[in-house]
C-alpha cells in the first residue's frame, strides 16, 4: 500500500516544480519589506552622485535622443509570451540618471545587463566603445490596452522620479513624481531620483504586474512598490516609506504635474492662436474628509502663484481634464482631448495637512507649470521613517465625479445698484431641484 502513496507524492512534486516557474512573485525572493531596509541602509550613508555619462550622450540633442530606440525584438518576457512586456530607455538629453534593473524571477533576482546591441541607434554615429556602460535610464510597460494583438505602451518611468500612464484610447499627458521637495521655496527644489528596480515576472494571464523601486536624493532615500493594472483606467498601488538624511522644509506626498497654458477661464488668449484651448489639465479637484467636493480651475499666472487647502485625512485629491471633445482643442496633433485625468485616493488616514497647488508662470506649451500634491503638517524627522499609501487612477474624468450636480462655468455681471453683483453659476449632472434656492442676497458694501 505505500508504493502508490510514493507514487502520488512523486507526482505531486512534479506537478509543484513544472508550475513553479509561473510563480509571480516567488517567496524570499525579493520584497517591499526588503526594498525598505536597502532605503534604510543607504540613508545612513552620504549621498554620492551618480557617475557622469560618456560624453556621446551628454551631447545628444532632444532629436537625437528620440531617434535611439530599444529593439522591440529585445523585449522583456517578449520571448515568453506573458502578458506584460518591458522595453528600456538609453540616457542622453535631459535623462542623465542611470538606472539599475532586477528581475524576480521564480529562481531568484537576475539582473537586467545593458548591452549597446539592444539599441538601434537611427541616424546617430557612435562609437559604441564609448557606450559600454551608461547603463539604462528608465523604462515602459506594454500590454494588450487597446487591441488582443498589438502591445501597447500604457506607463512609463523616465527622468529623475517622473513616472506616467494613460488608460484605454489615451495620449500621455499628466506626469506624478515619487517625492517633491521645497516646491516653489527661494531655496530651490530638489529632484530625487529613482537608482534602482526590481521587476517581479508576471504570470501568464496576470492582470497586474508589481515592481519595487530605490529612490536617492542628497535629502533623502525611499522605498517605493506599485502595483499596477492597466484598462478603461489605469490603476496603481502606491506604498512608500522614507528616510530623510536632513531636516527639509516642506515635503510633498504624491506630487501630479501637469501643463496649462490657456483656456475658457483666460480673458486674453495668448498671441496669434487658433486653438480655443491649450492644456492638459484644467482643474484641481479634492474631496475632504467630511465628503466636500472641491474644484479649483487652473491658471497661468503673471507671477508664480501658490494656493494651499488645509485638510484633515483628505479622501482624495487630482489634476482633471474635464473637456474631452475635439472641438474643444482642435488640435490634431497634440490630441488634447484624449490626455487622462490623475486622481490620488489615500489609503487609511493621512492626518492633518493641505493639498497644495503651485501655478508658475509658462510662455508656451512645452514646460509643465502646474504642480500640486499632500504636504504634511508635521515635519519628518532625520533618520525616522514615514510611510504613505494611496491610489492613482489614470483615466475619463469620470474616475471621480461628485455624486450631486458640479459647477461647469461661473460668470459675473454689473447691476444698476453699483453696490450689488450679479453672480450666474451653470451646474451639470445630479438633480438640480434639489438645491436650495437663496430668495434674497445681502447687498455687499462698495
Not at 518591458?86 to 531568484?108: A, D, H, M, T, Y
Request: aromatic share 14%.
Amino acid at each position: 500500500m505505500r508504493k502508490p502513496v510514493k507514487l502520488l507524492v512523486s507526482l505531486w512534486l512534479f506537478i509543484m516544480v513544472s508550475i513553479l516557474p509561473n510563480a509571480a512573485h516567488p517567496k524570499g525572493a525579493f520584497g517591499y519589506e526588503d526594498a525598505v531596509k536597502k532605503a534604510e541602509r543607504l540613508a545612513r550613508k552620504p549621498f554620492q552622485e551618480p557617475p557622469a555619462l560618456p560624453d556621446a550622450l551628454t551631447r545628444l540633442d532632444y532629436d537625437q535622443w528620440k531617434d535611439i530606440r530599444f529593439k522591440p525584438e529585445q523585449a522583456l518576457w517578449r520571448e515568453r509570451k506573458l502578458p506584460f512586456q518591458v522595453r528600456f530607455f538609453l540616457p542622453g538629453w535631459l535623462f542623465n540618471s542611470q538606472v539599475k534593473f532586477n528581475v524576480i524571477e521564480s529562481g531568484g533576482i537576475v539582473p537586467f545587463k545593458y548591452c549597446p546591441e539592444l539599441f538601434s541607434y537611427g541616424m546617430n554615429k557612435f562609437d559604441y566603445a564609448q557606450l559600454k556602460g551608461p547603463g539604462f535610464s528608465g523604462f515602459r510597460l506594454h500590454y494588450r490596452l487597446n487591441s488582443p494583438s498589438y502591445y501597447d505602451e500604457f506607463a512609463v518611468f523616465l527622468g529623475a522620479s517622473y513616472f506616467r500612464a494613460i488608460g484605454r484610447g489615451e495620449n500621455y499627458g499628466l506626469s506624478a513624481r515619487a517625492v517633491a521637495l521645497d516646491t516653489a521655496l527661494p531655496s530651490g527644489e530638489e529632484f530625487p531620483c529613482f537608482k534602482e528596480f526590481w521587476l517581479v515576472r508576471p504570470r501568464p494571464g496576470a492582470t497586474t504586474i508589481t515592481l519595487f523601486a530605490l529612490l536617492d536624493s542628497p535629502s533623502l532615500s525611499g522605498a517605493y512598490r506599485f502595483i499596477i493594472g492597466p484598462g478603461k483606467a489605469t490603476k496603481m498601488k502606491v506604498a512608500l516609506t522614507l528616510f530623510f538624511r536632513k531636516q527639509v522644509q516642506k515635503p510633498g506626498v504624491a506630487p501630479l504635474t501637469g501643463m496649462f497654458f490657456y483656456g475658457e477661464n483666460t480673458n486674453k488668449r495668448p498671441g496669434d492662436n487658433f486653438r480655443p484651448r491649450v492644456r492638459d489639465c484644467d482643474g484641481l479637484q479634492i474631496v475632504t474628509g467630511a465628503g466636500e467636493w472641491i474644484w479649483r480651475p487652473l491658471l497661468n499666472p503673471r507671477r508664480l502663484l501658490a494656493t494651499s487647502f488645509a485638510l484633515t485625512d483628505p479622501k482624495g485629491f487630482g489634476l482633471f481634464q474635464r473637456d474631452t471633445d475635439f472641438n474643444d482643442y482642435q488640435d490634431l496633433e497634440a490630441n488634447y482631448q484624449t490626455r487622462p485625468s490623475a486622481w490620488i485616493i489615500p489609503q487609511k488616514a493621512w492626518g492633518k495637512g493641505s493639498v497644495e497647488l503651485v501655478e508658475i508662470p509658462s510662455p508656451g506649451e512645452k514646460n509643465d507649470n502646474i504642480v500640486c500634491y499632500w504636504h504634511p503638517s508635521l515635519t519628518p524627522e532625520p533618520g525616522k521613517p514615514v510611510s504613505f499609501s494611496y491610489i492613482i487612477k489614470w483615466g475619463p474624468p469620470s474616475i471621480a465625479s461628485p455624486p450631486d450636480c458640479r459647477v461647469v462655468a461661473t460668470r459675473t455681471s454689473a447691476t444698476e445698484n453699483p453696490a450689488v453683483k450679479l453672480y450666474l453659476i451653470d451646474f451639470t449632472g445630479g438633480k438640480p431641484g434639489k438645491l436650495r434656492r437663496t430668495r434674497s442676497l445681502r447687498p455687499i458694501s462698495a
